[in-house]
């Protein structure tokens, strides 16, 4: 497929919603799924990657070259990229034919290997907040569950015992504001904010200022994510984050990208335009558990060489779980 021309190889060679951000009344948790699933809080998809993997290779054979090109086809619409697939499936079927193996499962964990050394050569992906006060700016397009993911990690952090404020600085959306608010509440946590329309710098700068005299170990600041044009986006940012740099040098510590795993090749676009100007420092892949997809991981560690964070795997309040590659990749081609 894609007009090229393969190698042989020997026989014996896989819209935002009004509310979001809206914390609710109830929510009850996912199940939790058995063995390393368990790891990001996910369950098998029976009609997902894994199975057509396991279904091209179980019918046509791994020594037949339309297996592999079925493959590419799988993985080109679970979102992995039309880039990053082919080679995925040039390096596993070279790391298959050294192996010696012969069958459909030892095809199918050369395809995993190969995906887990790409998002494992990027670094491991661990979260560390860095001495007080950090500054973690979130950065995304509304409609990403950004609003949210600020309360669950904000959440994670404090049952470690960190302390700390929430920052309204998407003064875009008066309902933004609204939101935190109504999270900052839940956690019992401040939030730091002004009118709607108010400069967002200067948001920045009073929490700033409040995470140091009141000796927070963490400042967790929300930014717009849609105004008139992107150029006028990009520069609501980069002031942010002078601001912040200049009151308080080395920061920000982090700026994570909150993205919608459901949005797929879309998302990418979107990560890296922000990667470019914004400096994002890391990825928060949002709805993973509500895509029948998910290969976005992969295209963003592969094009973007940014790592993946957290995952976030339902609506609770504590449904964000730390990315591990190993459980990523089992439940990517479970089936």
């Known amino acids: 497929m894609f007009g090229r021309r393969r190698e042989r190889t020997s026989p014996a060679e896989p819209p935002a919603s009004p509310a979001e951000g809206t914390p609710p009344a109830t929510r009850p948790r996912p199940a939790r799924a058995p063995s390393g699933l368990r ?22 054979g ?11 086809e799988a993985l080109i619409a679970g979102d992995v990229g039309a880039t990053t697939t082919l080679q995925l499936v040039d390096a596993a079927r070279s790391r298959y034919a050294r192996s010696g193996g012969r069958g459909s499962e030892p095809a199918r964990a050369a395809l995993a290997d190969e995906i887990r050394a790409r998002l494992s050569g990027i670094g491991s992906g661990a979260f560390e907040l860095g001495a007080p006060p950090s500054v973690i700016l979130f ?5 990403s569950g950004k609003t949210t993911t600020i309360a669950k990690l904000a959440r994670r952090l404090q049952g470690e015992g960190r302390t700390l404020a929430l920052a309204a600085a998407d003064t875009f959306r008066a309902a933004a504001i609204e939101q935190l608010r109504i999270w900052g509440e839940q956690l019992g946590a401040a939030v730091i904010a002004q009118r709607a329309g108010a400069d967002p710098g ?22 717009a994510g849609r105004l008139h044009s992107k150029a006028q986006l990009m520069a609501e940012l980069g002031k942010i984050r002078r601001v912040v740099e200049r009151r308080l040098p080395g920061q920000p510590r982090h700026v994570l990208l909150v993205l919608d795993a459901t949005t797929g090749q879309n998302g990418l676009a979107q990560a890296d335009g922000f990667s470019q100007e914004a400096g994002v420092t890391g990825v928060i892949l949002t709805k993973l558990d509500g895509t029948a997809k998910g290969g976005i991981a992969v295209a963003i560690a592969d094009r973007l060489r940014l790592p993946v964070l957290f995952v976030g795997v339902g609506e ?20």
Do not use: C, H, K, M
């Open 202 to 223: 200067a948001v920045a700068f009073d929490a700033v200022t409040a995470a140091e005299s009141r000796g927070l170990d963490a400042i967790l600041i929300d930014t």
């Open 39 to 60: 790891g990001l809080g996910l369950r098998a998809r029976p009609s997902g990657l894994g199975e057509r993997v396991r279904s091209i290779f179980g019918t046509l």
């Open 62 to 72: 791994p020594q037949n070259d339309a297996a592999w090109d079925a493959v590419e």
């Open 316 to 335: 609770g309040i504590d449904d964000l779980a730390p990315f591990d590659v190993d459980a990523y990749v089992e439940w990517l081609l479970s089936a």
């Open 139 to 143: 950065v995304g397009v509304n409609g």
